[in-house]
Antibody, heavy 120, light 109 residues
């Protein structure tokens, strides 16, 4: 069964850092791009970042560019999102999603999400 | 990234059809044939319902259909069922990024 499972969320202070992880199973991880999407409490979905299957191409929403870094370890079937200089507006459920293709494409399999709360 | 316009809510009785619109610009909806739609029930992860404007992933009922005209994409649910009550988000490709619409709540009366 194709699955992705996020971890690493929690309570963090403004200005701090967090690294989210997403463990993938049931498919050839390196053959697919991967994406992070977030959802603030009571709000809609926001596309955050994506990375190609090889890891050679990365993409970011303007709202997170310069603070977030997406990466992947294809030997460990794991996707990461490094979040620096945390702000209150980063509080959200962060979803990891498998893309339909190796390149930037829509998201066909989603995890259950990991919650990030930024508060002092 | 641009802003997309979706109606806040639509409703229909069981068996009826409802259509959700998603209006963008020539830089997103109108610029590429890469519009996807996601369904999200409360407290659950989103689910892909339509991709590439009008293609359905396996397992999605054929009463869900998508279309596009100019800068507006649409999702139609025919033969509305109780389990279709959820939030729906459009998501067009915008050139090196994707952007979500604000979401539409579908209520089954």
């Amino acid at each position: 069964e194709v699955q992705v499972l996020e971890s690493g969320g929690g309570l963090a202070q403004p200005g701090g850092s967090l690294r989210l992880s997403c463990a993938a199973s049931g498919f050839t991880f390196s053959s697919y791009a991967m994406t992070w999407v977030r959802q603030a409490p009571g709000k809609g979905l926001e596309w955050v970042s994506a990375i190609s299957g090889s890891g050679g191409s990365t993409y970011y929403a303007d709202s997170v560019k310069g603070r977030f870094t997406i990466s992947r370890d294809n030997s460990k079937n794991t996707l990461y999102l490094q979040i620096n200089s945390l702000r209150a507006e980063d509080t959200a459920v962060y979803y990891c999603a498998k893309s339909l293709l190796e390149r930037l494409s829509c998201m066909d399999v989603w995890g259950q999400g990991t919650t990030v709360t930024v508060s002092s | 990234q641009s802003a997309l316009t979706q109606p806040r809510s639509v409703s229909g009785s069981p068996g009826q059809s409802v259509t959700i619109s998603c209006t963008g610009t020539s830089s997103d909806v109108g610029g590429y044939d890469y519009v996807s739609w996601y369904q999200q029930h409360p407290g659950k992860a989103p689910r892909l319902m339509i991709y590439d404007v009008n293609r359905r992933p396996s397992g999605v009922p054929d009463r869900f259909s998508g279309s596009k005209s100019g800068n507006t994409a649409s999702l139609t649910i025919s033969g509305l069922q109780a389990e279709d009550e959820a939030d729906y988000y459009c998501c067009p490709y915008a050139g090196s990024s994707w952007v979500f619409g604000g979401g539409t709540k579908v209520t089954v009366l």
